[in-house]
């Protein structure tokens, strides 16, 4: 698929064909784009753990659920459960990953870029601070012995979740497959998956074949671009280019918007057809 018609194509998709499996193969091209995704000074973070929902019980289906998420559980075939693990930034202190990234040529030495310079610069100044900072946040529940990472590390951390979720949800779509982000009882999957205290979850990505329409009813609604993007300094609008909106448009970044007249009776369809509430 083109790159502007997976930008412009990719919508939440809530309602998914509960029948028809990921392929093994796709679903390892999203967990790879996910991979691929920008790491801030060369720092894994991100983990993943897949869960198949035919392999979860009805019980524990359940359990997951939320007010926000609720038959999507039963439907979608695949969930990509993302974590940044916190505590590989303790295994990062040696600069090895950031002395990988030079060796790869990376990290140019035209731009300041050495062994030296990342042993006796970027480790001690960036590195520890992120690890030391004590500005700190409760990881989990903010209790009094709750354990706690640096602002700094907790902004790094959710940003690197934010990167590979949005890199996960455009090659889903460019596979020719539906995603949506969706929260899910964070609680019932600690006990469920077991993951250790010291990696912060993120909403999964649900992931199987829309039951709905490509077009799921048009593209969302946002705020008007100049409320929202500005030039050079706050308040001053960037000016939108009517002529640059009608080359998107027909490149398919920019696409007719929601709702089209059909979506209400889409909807209707096609909850009658999985058995929802219409
Ligand atoms: C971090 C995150 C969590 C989300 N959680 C939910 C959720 O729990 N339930 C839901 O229906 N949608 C959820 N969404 C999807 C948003 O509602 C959706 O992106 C938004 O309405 C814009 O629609 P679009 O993605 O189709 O453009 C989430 C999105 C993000 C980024």
Not at 15 to 33: C, D, G, M, S
Not at 107 to 126: A, K, M, N, Q, Y
Request: charged share 25%.
């Amino acid at each position: 698929m083109e790159f502007a018609e997976v930008i412009g194509g990719r919508r939440s998709i809530r309602l998914f064909r509960p029948w028809r499996p990921v392929e093994r193969e796709k679903l390892q091209t999203v967990l790879e784009a996910m991979r691929l995704a920008p790491r801030l000074l060369g720092l894994d973070l991100i983990r993943i753990v897949v869960v198949h929902r035919e392999r979860l019980s009805a019980e524990e289906l359940g359990a997951l659920k939320t007010p926000t998420t609720t038959s999507q559980l039963d439907m979608a075939p695949v969930l990509i459960v993302p974590f940044a693990d916190l505590g590989a930034l303790e295994g990062a202190l040696d600069g090895a990953s950031l002395r990988a990234l030079a060796a790869a040529g990376a990290l140019p030495r035209s731009l300041g870029w050495s062994d030296d310079f990342i042993e006796t610069t970027v480790v001690p100044e960036v590195y520890r601070a992120l690890a030391d900072d004590e500005d700190r946040v409760a990881l989990g529940r903010r209790t009094e012995d709750a354990q706690t990472v640096s602002r700094r590390l907790m902004v790094a951390a959710t940003t690197a979740l934010g990167l590979a979720q949005t890199h996960g949800l455009l090659c889903a779509f460019d596979q020719g497959l539906g995603a949506q982000l969706s929260a899910i009882n964070f609680a019932a999957a600690k006990e469920l998956l077991g993951y250790p205290d010291d990696w912060l979850p993120s909403s999964p990505i649900f992931l199987g074949y829309p039951a709905e329409s490509a077009a799921a009813g048009g593209q969302r609604p946002r705020e008007p671009f100049e409320r929202d993007f500005f030039l050079g300094r706050y308040g001053v609008p960037f000016p939108r280019d009517l002529e640059v909106t009608r080359q998107l448009a027909d490149e398919g970044v920019l696409q007719a918007p929601a709702p089209l007249p059909w979506r209400r009776a889409e909807l209707r369809g096609v909850a009658s057809m999985l058995g929802l509430p219409t």
